[in-house]
């Protein structure tokens, strides 16, 4: 298994990469990028103390020992230790999911799944991937996402064909495909792209149902990062205590005429197969989301918690239910997902465990659409200096930093921690991180309406409607038993 050395060591391999308007060659001495760069760095280094690699090596019988994010479920307990590293790894960068292994091998358990419906040789593409990602230990970015243009319109609808991403041509060894998209996440500390469609397909669709892994050194791929305002703005990194330490960076992936050998290509045209992985990749992705979040919501809880003790008003009635209200939006998710593992299934064919789709996209759905109020309470606690706080220069010049200190003191509980204190809470709901947060909690790993769709489709509404059609006397039950109440009375009568 890989050192953080080994890994760093593989990200200069020439990948394109722009930051802020210019080719970054090495990422792994930028600035601002080396930030993502350790972020990822951070999970091979776990290993190196004895408790956490216990909880994070798992041993294969053919491959030996390999990294736990790489174990494909095949039972509820495996899915309950997925969930468990998940939230560990997290806990150990700071409260900020760590995606490096965790969204490519959710791309490789519903891709194992659908190959399983696809030619032999799809399977063996995909066990290969997965044997080459659990043997060289690898750090999968995934993308799934397109660009997709205007929202109303099929893929093979947009005024510009390129809205998705389609194979351009089809060669006798490989496929070149054209197409961007968008938000990958650490796609620049990654050693290799999964690709997969967004969405359910038509026959017309046929170029744009395709699904392939290429190394982030493809030739024509491209890594446009989004500028980290939430780092590079500040001056010092102090007043970015947490995302100066652990940060994600996503990219628009910029697929130009990339050519991608056949014995990478797992999906080409098979438009019926396209949907059926779209989801499968997003409801495993949203139950590794519903158990990465409840450690970031305790990174909130946290400061909420300090910030009512700093200023002196833990015992206060409202600040007692903010900090309830806080609880219960993190126990909502992580009660979802221990509920999506037990009552999982296995899938007949691939026997892979798959965390049941009600349960993980109602955990999804409550974490996204009430995220702002979360941190409103937080808000609401720390009062008004989440906007105020002067910055850390000022507490470093002397001139200064008697006053701030003395004026900005607070309450006994906290002497001499309220500035940093707040500093975080800051960071946290009043700074450039709090928008990407918003961004983040509300979209990744699938939108509001992506949820409530998922729900829908999984809920089983027949034993509702068989209820309340017995209570309004209609219908086929009434009539069923309309039947056997007449044919009871006719027996009875010929008796
Ligand atoms: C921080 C972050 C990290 C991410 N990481 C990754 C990653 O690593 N890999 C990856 O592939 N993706 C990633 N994503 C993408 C994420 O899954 C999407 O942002 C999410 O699915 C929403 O898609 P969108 O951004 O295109 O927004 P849209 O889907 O365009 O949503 C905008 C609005 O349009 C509505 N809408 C869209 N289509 C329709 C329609 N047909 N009918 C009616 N309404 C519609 C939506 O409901 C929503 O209200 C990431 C996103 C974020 C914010």
């Known amino acids: 298994m890989r050192s953080a050395a080994d890994y760093l060591g593989s990200l200069q391999d020439g990948r394109t990469v722009y930051y802020r308007g210019e080719r970054v060659r090495d990422i792994t001495s930028h600035p601002v990028l080396k930030i993502p760069v350790q972020h990822s760095a951070r999970l091979f280094s776990l290993r190196d103390t004895d408790s956490l690699r216990k909880e994070l090596v798992v041993t294969d019988r053919q491959l030996g020992d390999i990294s736990g994010f790489f174990l494909i479920p095949t039972s509820s307990s495996d899915l309950l230790y997925r969930s468990k590293i998940i939230a ?104 290799e792209i999964v690709v997969l469609p967004s969405r359910s397909l038509t026959a017309a669709d046929r170029d744009y149902a395709v699904a392939f892994s290429v190394p982030a050194n493809a030739k024509g791929l491209k890594l446009i990062v989004r500028p980290m305002l939430e780092i590079e703005g500040l001056p010092t990194q102090k007043d970015a205590p947490v995302s100066s330490r652990d940060a994600e960076a996503e990219s628009l992936t910029i697929f130009d005429d990339v050519f991608v050998p056949a014995d990478r290509v797992f999906l080409d045209g098979d438009w019926k197969l396209a949907g059926e992985l779209a989801n499968l990749f997003a409801l495993y992705h949203r139950f590794t989301a519903i158990s990465y979040r409840p450690v970031t919501c305790d990174l909130y809880i946290g400061a909420a918690r300090l910030a009512a003790k700093s200023n002196g008003i833990t015992e206060k009635s409202h600040v007692k239910d903010a900090l309830l209200d806080m609880v219960l939006y993190r126990e909502y998710m992580e009660m979802a997902a221990t509920a999506a593992c037990h009552a999982s299934r296995l899938d007949s064919i691939s026997g892979v465990a798959i965390p049941n789709e009600l349960y993980t996209n109602l955990g999804k759905l409550n974490s996204n659409a009430a995220f702002h109020e979360f941190i ?100 086929a039950v009434n009539e069923r038993e309309g039947k056997t109440k007449r044919g009871q009375a006719d027996r009875a009568k010929s008796e």
Not at 156 to 180: C, F, K, N, P
Request: cysteine-free.
């Open 376 to 475: 409103s309470r937080l808000v609401d606690i720390a009062g008004g200096l989440v906007s105020t706080l002067p910055g850390s220069e000022d507490l470093d010049n002397k001139e200064e930093s008697e006053y701030i200190l003395k004026y900005l003191e607070g309450s006994e509980e906290t002497l001499g921690d309220r500035y940093r204190i707040m500093r975080l809470v800051r960071e946290l709901v009043g700074g450039p991180f709090t928008g990407y947060m918003l961004g983040w909690m509300t979209h990744a790993e699938g939108s509001v309406q992506a949820s409530k769709i998922a729900m829908l489709r999984a809920y089983d509404f027949t034993g509702a409607e068989e209820l309340a059609v017995r209570a309004a006397g209609i219908g």
């Open 88 to 191: 560990l790894s997290t806990r150990a960068s700071g409260g900020v999911f760590n995606i490096t292994q965790v969204i490519g091998s959710d791309a490789l358990f519903a891709l194992s799944i659908v190959a399983k419906r696809m030619a032999k040789e799809s399977a063996e593409r995909v066990q290969s991937l997965w044997r080459r990602a659990a043997k060289e230990d690898l750090a999968l970015a995934v993308a799934q996402t397109d660009v997709k243009g205007d929202r109303s319109k099929r893929p093979h609808e947009q005024r510009e064909r390129d809205m998705y991403l389609r194979v351009v041509e089809r060669r006798s060894d490989g496929i070149v495909v054209r197409g961007a998209k968008a938000h990958t996440t650490q796609s620049i500390t990654s050693n």
